[in-house]
């Protein structure tokens, strides 16, 4: 027999994997299931609904939707309401509006051909296919934030928050249009047009508190582990890690870590998950540098990255200010006779490109947990850079 020791049923921790139980986001889903609910007394006079729901990553957004998906097409099948809730994830179906549409529609209307339709064609046999059918709609635009960033294409917004506009003639049988996103970054890009449909009003998805994540984590790890595999001394490390400021509450992180340390332990042989484990296996997955990054980095890059570290072994904190940043880079740029440093367009660069974490001008933070080894490295080299000269 191959019954692993360490794992009861390690898919549960799947990122993709959706629990039973969503803790601690009951008012969430609560608040979603009785804005559409009354759909069941009177459909064709409830008004298309647009949401919006903000909140960082891995922090159960998509979990809370799909959860409340299952939730509402129960209750509204049991009042005889045919519904069909389509949920999109816009990382995943292309960055462009055709693509989108046609995914849209084979949802709903599996049996028709999308071939050779335009864009709005299809929305347009979309809502027909509903009317005539007796159907009923909510879609839900995951990682809209995304899309916005990386296309231009941002007409979506403007078409789905006015589907009831499309054929004012006929009724609009798309009840519902939720979006998902982990900032409110994106309103930069709409138009004034596209802001007004959506509405600026958002359910906010806030972080969960350090009790919450442990209690989240035990659930977890109770459907993933034999018994007594993971010990409390294990969560309470965790927990600690995801509410710090680098990490801010992914939930998936934890998941991460625990599936790759019940691996560990099953290769060693250990009869449960060691905070050792654990521990190497946060320092490996956790070092968002990679040789890669370090020889691309530019003198600039290095002296901003030399600063922070520097800034953030003084403080001891594993986050530090702006002005702090400013200071210390200047300082070590300068035994290398560089006197200028455009530190915010280094640090702007170095967080797109996931280096850093700027939560705000007070809070930036390093996305690497071994600053000891970075610092070596960087150190390395900038002096060979500048032995070469
Ligand atoms: N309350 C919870 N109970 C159990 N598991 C949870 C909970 N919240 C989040 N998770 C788990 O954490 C992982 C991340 O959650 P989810 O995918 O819903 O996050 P998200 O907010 O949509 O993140 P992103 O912005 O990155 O898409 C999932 O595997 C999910 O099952
Ligand atoms: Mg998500």
Known sequence: MYESIIFKDRKKLSPRYIPKEISHREK???????????????????????????????????STVI???DILENELRKNKINIKIVYINLKL????????????????????????????????????????NNMYSIVILDEIDYLIKISKEIGIIYDLTRLNEFDPSKKCNVKGVIFIARSTEFYEKLDEAELSSMGRAYIEFPNYTIQQTSEILI????????????????????AKIIVSPVVNGDIRYALDLLSYAGNMAESEGTERVLL???????????????????????????????GIIKGLKIKNRDYIDLKEIR??????????NVKKLDVEDILDDLATRKIIKIISLKKISLISSSIENLEKTLIKKIDSNFDSK
Not at 29 to 54: A, C, E, G, M, S
């Open 327 to 336: 200071m210390q880079s200047l300082e070590i740029s300068q035994k290398y």
């Open 28 to 62: 969430q889903i609560d608040l979603l299931v009785r804005t559409f609910l009354d759909i069941k007394d009177d459909p064709d006079n409830f008004p298309l609904t647009i949401l919006q729901i903000i909140g960082p990553a891995g922090i159960g957004k998509t």
């Open 276 to 306: 050792d484990h654990v521990k190497k296996i946060n320092s490996q997955i956790y070092n968002g540098i990679t040789d890669d990054d370090i020889n691309e980095f530019s003198n600039a890059q290095i002296f901003v990255l030399l």
């Open 67 to 69: 959860k409340f998906s």
């Open 219 to 238: 659930r977890r790890s109770k459907d993933a582990f034999q018994e007594k595999v993971i010990g409390t001394d294990i969560i309470d490390w965790i």
């Open 93 to 132: 179906q292309g960055g462009n509006k055709y693509a989108i549409y046609k995914y849209l529609l084979s949802c709903i209307a599996p049996e028709l051909p999308a071939q050779g339709l335009s864009a709005e064609e299809m929305l347009r046999q979309m809502l027909d296919y509903l009317i005539i």
